[in-house]
C-alpha cells in the first residue's frame, strides 16, 4: 500500500471537473487544494467537489506544503507556463494535453523535471484506460493476424465563435491540438512514430484548423488514417484491421468503451473490458504509484514518447496550415 497523497487543482474549469470525480475513486487521493484564476471560482468548485483549501492565485497553492502533487487543466497556450511553476516549487506535475505549444517547450519542461528530479507525466488519459491497454494487447496477441490498418475518427459540431477557447489561436486553438491528439496517440502508441506524414486541412476564419486528414505510415508499414474536425460528428471510433478481421473501439474510443473483435466470420464479439469510474482515476493512480516507487516519470508513458507526440503534433500542424495556404 502506497502513501496519501495531497492533489491540487490549478484550474477550475470543465476537465478539473472530471479529473476531480475521477479522484473520488481513489483513496489515497486527498482532495486537499484548489486555484483558480478567482477566489470565488475555486471557493464554488473546492465546495462542489469536497476540496479542503481554496486559492484565488496559482501562486498561493504552489507555495502551500501540503500540496504534493498539481494537475494543471489550463488552456492549451499556458501548460508550459503553469507546468515550469510547479516543477520550480518542488510539486509533482500531472499537466493535461497538449503538453505543451511546441518542442522546444517540452524539452524545457522535462529538463527542469530532471534537474529538480520531480515527477513530470502528460495527462493523457487514454493511455492508462483499460479499454485502450486491452486494445494494443489484443492487436499483439494475433487477434486480428498482422496489423495492417488504422482507422481513427475524432469530431463533433461546434458552432463557430472566434471568442471561443477551440477557435482562438492565441489560446492553443483548432482540431489537430485540441482532438487530434487522441487519434495521433492511438497511431503512436499502437505503431511507434511515423516514418511519414501527409496532411490535409480545412481552416476557420481564425486560422486555426477546422477539419484536419492526416495518413501516417510507420515502420513496419502499418498505416494509420486519422481525422479530426470542429464541423461534422465524425464516427469517434478506432479500428484496427488486420489480415484476419478487425477489433474496433467503439465511440467514445477514447474514453472506457466497448472493446470489439471481427474474425473475418461476419460476427463482433465484444471483448470483456472491466472499467470503474468516469476514467481519469487511472492516470491519478499511475502518478501515485511512480511517486511511491521514486520515479520521476513514467515507464507507460516516458518524457520520451511526449517528446515525440509533440514534435509530431507540430509537424501536423504545420503541414495543415501549408495545405490551406
Keep these: 500500500m502506497g502513501k496519501n497523497?495531497?492533489?491540487g487543482l490549478l484550474g477550475a474549469g470543465h476537465i478539473a471537473n472530471k479529473f476531480a470525480a475521477g479522484l473520488q475513486?481513489?483513496?489515497?487521493?486527498?482532495?486537499y487544494a484548489v486555484a483558480a484564476r478567482s477566489l470565488d471560482r475555486a471557493e464554488a468548485f473546492g465546495?462542489?467537489?469536497?476540496?479542503?483549501?481554496?486559492?484565488?492565485?496559482?501562486?498561493?497553492?504552489?507555495?502551500?506544503?501540503?500540496?504534493?502533487?498539481?494537475y494543471i487543466s489550463t488552456t492549451n497556450n499556458l501548460h508550459f507556463?503553469?507546468?515550469m511553476m510547479c516543477l520550480?516549487?518542488?510539486?509533482?506535475?500531472?499537466?493535461?494535453?497538449?503538453?505543451?505549444s511546441d518542442l522546444k517547450q517540452v524539452e524545457k519542461m522535462v529538463a527542469k523535471a530532471q534537474e529538480k528530479q520531480v515527477f513530470l507525466m502528460e495527462a493523457l488519459w487514454s493511455r492508462f484506460l483499460p479499454s485502450m491497454i486491452q486494445f494494443k494487447s489484443q492487436?499483439?496477441?494475433n487477434a486480428i493476424g498482422r496489423p495492417l490498418l488504422l482507422q481513427c475518427n475524432f469530431g463533433f459540431i461546434s458552432p463557430f465563435d472566434p471568442q471561443k477557447r477551440i477557435y482562438n489561436p492565441a489560446l492553443g486553438?483548432?482540431?489537430?491540438?485540441?482532438?487530434?491528439?487522441?487519434?495521433?496517440?492511438?497511431?503512436?502508441?499502437?505503431?511507434?512514430?511515423?516514418?511519414?506524414i501527409s496532411v490535409t486541412s480545412t481552416p476557420t476564419p481564425t486560422g486555426t484548423d477546422w477539419t484536419t486528414a492526416i495518413l501516417f505510415k510507420h515502420k513496419e508499414k502499418e498505416i494509420s488514417m486519422l481525422t479530426s474536425s470542429f464541423e461534422a460528428n465524425l464516427d469517434n471510433e478506432a479500428?484496427?484491421?488486420?489480415?484476419?478481421?478487425?477489433?474496433?473501439?467503439?465511440?467514445?474510443?477514447?474514453?472506457?468503451?466497448?472493446?470489439s473483435v471481427n474474425r473475418n466470420n461476419g460476427w463482433e464479439e465484444e471483448i470483456p473490458v472491466f472499467s470503474t469510474g468516469n476514467g481519469y482515476s487511472y492516470e491519478a493512480a499511475e502518478v501515485m504509484d511512480c511517486l511511491d516507487s521514486g520515479l520521476i516519470e513514467s515507464p507507460a508513458l516516458p518524457h520520451a514518447f511526449s517528446l515525440e507526440l509533440m514534435e509530431v503534433l507540430n509537424e501536423v500542424s504545420r503541414k495543415a496550415e501549408e495545405s490551406y495556404r
Design 5 to 7: 497523497y495531497s492533489w
Design 239 to 259: 479500428r484496427l484491421y488486420g489480415d484476419r478481421g478487425y477489433l474496433k473501439l467503439h465511440t467514445m474510443f477514447h474514453m472506457p468503451t466497448k472493446l
Design 25 to 31: 475513486e481513489l483513496p489515497s487521493a486527498k482532495r
Design 139 to 141: 492487436a499483439k496477441e
Design 173 to 196: 486553438g483548432g482540431s489537430v491540438p485540441d482532438i487530434g491528439i487522441y487519434p495521433i496517440f492511438t497511431a503512436m502508441y499502437l505503431f511507434g512514430r511515423p516514418t511519414e
Design 88 to 100: 520550480e516549487a518542488g510539486k509533482a506535475v500531472l499537466c493535461e494535453k497538449p503538453f505543451a
Design 81 to 83: 507556463e503553469h507546468a
Design 47 to 70: 465546495a462542489a467537489h469536497g476540496f479542503e483549501k481554496a486559492y484565488g492565485s496559482y501562486e498561493a497553492m504552489l507555495a502551500d506544503p501540503q500540496v504534493d502533487i498539481v
